[in-house]
């Protein structure tokens, strides 16, 4: 083991006494990159520390902060970012910019920029689909809370038509929210699944004992989506499902999805699950 190339850098894990008994390597040869890629708010984050827990190996991500390293052999230095060292590579591509600023300005270069990440990719990576109900309230937290246990004032899902003002703070409103996300949602989706040059496996898990508990105050109401709202996310589902369709793939599971009610039903709201 090359003490040099063992990091010694997880903070997140340093005041767990299981976790921090991990550790991590770069990789001894050089490989070409491969996306660990996903809408904001579906789980990337944790799916990486998880990776590099469960098979020793780094994983990079394209956004700063992870750069500068301490090694279990005591020396310092910093890793190059595509340093073809690492197991996989986090990626979110323009979602983070098509939804927390200008949807209407990123629309005129994200399918082509996706495209562009797609072929330096190779099509080669993890592509990680959320139920998009729970990754728009996922990222809504976050763009508030700034970091993945963050949470968003309840104002910031009221359904009022004006823009919301907190504190100092004037936000856009959660209809327009959930309107730049979904196209997001469904665009990184679809343009990732035509994309992929190769399926090695497709991967369906239930939540089981693995899911953090729902025992603390929720900070959104029950119904979180008015109707027209939640169409709008049936409607890109159905878009995803199309795509995999033509893939070949199996569909999303969407009978396990929190919030999935079926569209009209013989000219009657069915209402949320």
């Known amino acids: 083991m090359d003490l040099n190339k063992t990091l010694n850098w997880l903070d997140l894990w340093s005041n767990d006494t299981f976790c921090n008994q991990f550790t991590v390597h770069l ?15 579906s789980g990337n984050t944790w799916l990486r520390m998880l990776l590099m ?23 310092s230095y910093e890793l190059e970012k595509d340093c073809n060292c690492s ?17 209407a300005l990123a629309n005129k270069s994200t399918d082509k920029r996706l495209n562009q990440e797609v072929e330096q990719f ?14 728009i309230l996922s990222y809504r937290n ?6 993945m246990a963050g949470l968003a004032p309840a104002e910031a899902f009221s359904q009022g038509p004006g823009p919301i003002v907190i504190g100092t703070r004037r936000i856009s409103t959660w209809d327009q929210f959930i309107s730049r996300s979904v196209a997001s949602w469904e665009m ?16 369906f898990r239930q939540d089981n004992s693995f899911k953090r508990s729902e025992s603390g105050p929720k900070n959104y109401p029950k119904n979180p989506f008015t109707e027209s709202q939640h169409l709008l996310i049936l409607k890109s589902i159905q878009n995803v499902q199309l795509a995999l369709k033509d893939r070949g793939l199996d569909p999303l599971p969407v009978e396990m ?17």
């Open 122 to 135: 190779r099509g080669d990576g993890i592509l990680v689909i959320r139920n998009p109900f729970k990754a």
């Open 53 to 75: 827990g469960v098979t020793g190996y780094y994983v990079d991500t394209i956004y700063p902060g992870d750069e500068l390293f301490n090694s279990k052999a005591g020396s």
């Open 27 to 41: 990789l001894e040869e050089n490989l070409p990159p491969r996306a660990l890629v996903s809408f904001p708010g």
């Open 87 to 103: 197991l996989l590579q986090k990626t979110h591509d323009l979602s983070l910019f098509s939804v927390v600023y200008n949807m």
């Open 188 to 203: 990184l989706a679809t343009v990732w699944i035509r994309g992929l040059k190769r399926r090695t496996e497709l991967l």
């Open 257 to 273: 999805y929190d919030f999935y009610t079926p569209m009209y039903q013989y000219g009657r709201w069915e209402g949320y699950r």
């Open 142 to 147: 976050f763009a508030f809370g700034g970091n």
